[in-house]
């Protein structure tokens, strides 16, 4: 397990670490005991209700095919990906026919040499129940999340809020 799903991991346990992570990762990092690598400076995004955000040059294990084909595109055309990082529902549905849902607010980030973008999964409602974007998001029950999905090396694409269409 690398660094970064170490961090993610105790924020899925720990709300308290949660927002000590979010609120300076180098310091929450330190008191976890993980080493973050020398000279990065770690930003930390939580995903919501309403809210997804996407990693450029993250990890792509468990990533659908559609939210795979936008990353990758991302890293071989700067323009799509300018395009991409500034409106995501429209170069999603100009670029592959890809229809996000409108009530999904979606941010794309990019890794670079001097950043890491760490993703952090919605947290569990305190009474366990779930949203009405989950509700209509999910079949047969909850989806709790097993790896975690985020960081450096991911992005929320495995979330069921990611449910997209296609229009092509």
């Known amino acids: 397990m690398s660094s970064i799903d170490v961090l993610v991991s105790k924020a899925i346990e720990s709300a308290e670490f949660r927002e000590k992570l979010i609120a300076n990762p180098a310091t929450a990092?330190?008191?976890?005991?993980v080493a973050l690598p020398s000279g990065i400076k770690v930003v930390v995004h939580q995903d919501l209700a309403d809210e997804a955000h996407?990693?450029?040059?993250?990890?792509?294990?468990g990533v659908p095919a559609e939210a795979l084909q936008l990353l990758q595109k991302a890293q071989q055309d700067a323009g799509f990906k300018?395009?991409?990082?500034?409106?995501?529902?429209?170069?999603a549905k100009a670029e592959f026919g890809i229809v996000l849902p409108p009530t999904l607010k979606v941010c794309v980030h990019e890794n670079t040499s001097e950043?890491?973008?760490?993703?952090?999964?919605?947290a569990e409602p305190a009474t366990g129940?779930?949203?009405?974007?989950e509700l209509e998001a999910v079949a047969g029950g909850k989806n709790k999340p097993g790896k975690p999905p985020g960081g450096c090396f991911g992005g929320p694409f495995g979330d069921p809020r990611w449910a997209v269409r296609k229009t092509r």
Do not use: F, K
């Open 29 to 33: 990092a330190r008191e976890a005991g």
């Open 54 to 61: 996407a990693v450029i040059g993250g990890q792509t294990e």
């Open 82 to 91: 300018a395009r991409l990082i500034a409106d995501p529902a429209t170069a």
């Open 115 to 122: 950043i890491c973008h760490l993703v952090l999964p919605p």
């Open 129 to 133: 129940a779930l949203s009405d974007l």
